[in-house]
């Protein structure tokens, strides 16, 4: 509205309005005129201060111009305090030009907090005329009555309609300052509770985040309600509300859909937009986001380190060097035992060793802690012998500390902790619609190196990450947590393992309408359920409904101390050790016979 059209009066408010600004509050003033729409400012604004005149023959079109006007600016805010002063001969009746303003403000903008003051009089067109004196003093005449009107969401069960309401009128001349004191402008318009008014939700996602849950009533007939990580609070918050949820059906967040949705929440289409909504700057330009309902994490999921088979670890409890040369050295004291039984000069300190085969299962004896049929004599082989002794007492002892590590404690892989590590396993990168959109805003530069696979069911895409263990991906641990759960994992770490360093955290809420009355109240119910743990308690309870909803369990008995596994390879030990001892013994008597033959025929 331009200035210059408005009457004097007008003029004379705004002037007495800055004054009393500037006296009584420490604010910065910023005048907008409609015809300048380049200002900016850089900090939010405290409130709005509009000056309409009813008498222009375009007021609704300027008006409405100048609404749009200031929701072009930076930090627009729609539920900050919006004060409209109209002064002027208004053509109708001030509850009609007051539903006319605050309808304005509320298509527009959405704006609720909007209190609008009418300066009129009760005859003629001279009441505008104004004491144009240094101390710019009004007439008797000029200004008979006050009307301030405001409008009121969910008033007396009213749901779907926004009443306007006169909170005050003042005569000119019979009002004094209490009278004005006595009204409380800027006040909660919302009730504690609303009477089965219904809210519109639709949830964004999939499980764990959304998931339907149908049911038939008992008129036969079909629906469904949401529930998830995203929909618990809003559920809770209905309930506590006295709020009637009318569920829409639930969609998946993509790039392509964004726009959609955000048009759906401008149309009014929907209340409240919530389960897999970050709280990420785009959605912030879109809709008012509530309070952050929970805390998501982007991690790059490996497969978990593979469990080592019983064989395989008794084998490393020695590195290959170590088991080559315990042979080496056990194969170089029988063949020196074997040469010295037939050294002329030794000959009497190995009696016993003529044999080959005695010596190696004399050597054999000694490194299992047994004893062997003959001591040497000499100084000299008993100095040897007893080195013998001491290396095999060496190695049977920390054989066995590891043997008993084996016993109680599973044995794993190697974890993966960096990418490098992933590089070196040759694994393949796997991607699918949302990540590559991520992708699309986030440039992963460590990724270039990787070979890409593509996948068109994400959720079996990190199924296959946990379970084939042919690939990587980038998950959100909320969602391997519940596939993981799925699968029939109580202990997820067993199959859910991330590089050590998180690609992204961000905070998970709920978008409403910019300016929508409800977003103040849900967050105060949002932060007490946070702060209460209701939240963490929910999800421990949907984990494990899921976990018993499984097809399959993990019981994984293979880690009960001294169980049939873990013994397996003892007894297999053992049994490798019988039929050796068996093979030994069917040498010595062929050995025995043959030689015997060769006597008797010699």
Known sequence: ??????????????????????????????????????????FPSKGYVLFTNPQNEEFKSNFTESVETLKRTKYWNPRSNFLVLACGKLEESPAEFADTVLTILKKTGNIINAVLIIFTGDTGDNIYNVNTSKTKNISEETITTIYAYSLFPYLNGACNEDIIVLIGKWTVHNASEDSFKSINVFTNKLPKTFTGCVLKILG???????????????????????????????????????????????????????????????????????????????????????????????????????????????????????????????????????????????????????????????????????????????????????????????????????????????????????????????????????????????????????????????NECIKDVMFKRETFSLSLSYLSSYLASFSGFHDHSKVVCYLDTPVLTTPMGGALPIGHPLLKIINVHVRRCFEGGLLEDYWSQFLHEVNLKANKTDEDSEFVVFSLTHLSPVFMLLLFGYVLSAILLMCELIIFKTKGSHTRNN
């Open 1 to 42: 509205m331009n200035t210059a059209q408005l009457p004097q009066t007008i003029q004379w408010i705004q002037d007495t309005s800055f004054q009393i600004v500037s006296e009584n509050y420490l604010w910065p003033v910023l005048v907008q005129h409609p015809e300048n729409d380049e200002y900016s400012i850089d």
């Open 204 to 458: 964004v996602g999939t499980a764990p985040s959304v998931f339907k849950e149908n049911y038939v009533t008992k008129i036969g007939e079909k629906k469904f309600v949401l529930r998830g990580m995203g929909l618990e609070t809003a559920n809770l918050f209905a309930r506590e509300k006295n709020l009637s949820l009318d569920y829409l059906e639930p969609v998946e967040l993509t790039s392509a859909n964004l726009f959609d949705l955000a048009e759906l929440l401008m149309n009014g289409g929907v209340d409240l937009v919530t389960g897999f909504v970050p709280c990420i700057h785009p959605i912030y330009t879109l809709a008012d986001l509530t309070h952050s309902m929970a805390i998501d994490t982007l991690k790059y999921l490996v497969p978990c380190p593979k469990y080592q088979s019983k064989t395989h670890k008794i084998m490393s409890l020695f590195r290959t060097s170590t088991w080559l040369g315990m042979l080496f050295v056990f194969i170089f004291v029988s063949v020196l035992f074997w040469t010295l039984s037939h050294y002329p000069t030794r000959r009497n300190d190995f009696t016993e060793f003529n044999l080959l085969a005695q010596c190696f299962s004399a050597a054999w004896g000694v490194l299992l802690g047994i004893s062997v049929p003959q001591m040497p004599l000499s100084l000299g082989t008993r100095t040897l012998f007893i080195i013998y002794v001491w290396y095999c007492f060496a190695i049977s002892t920390v054989f066995q500390a590891y043997f008993t590590t084996y016993l109680v404690e599973p044995g794993y892989e190697a974890r993966l902790e960096t990418l490098d590590d992933v590089m070196r396993t040759g694994l393949n990168f796997t991607t699918y619609q949302i990540l590559e959109g991520l992708m699309g805003i986030i440039d992963f530069e460590e990724l270039h190196d990787f070979e890409e696979t593509k996948c068109f069911d994400f």
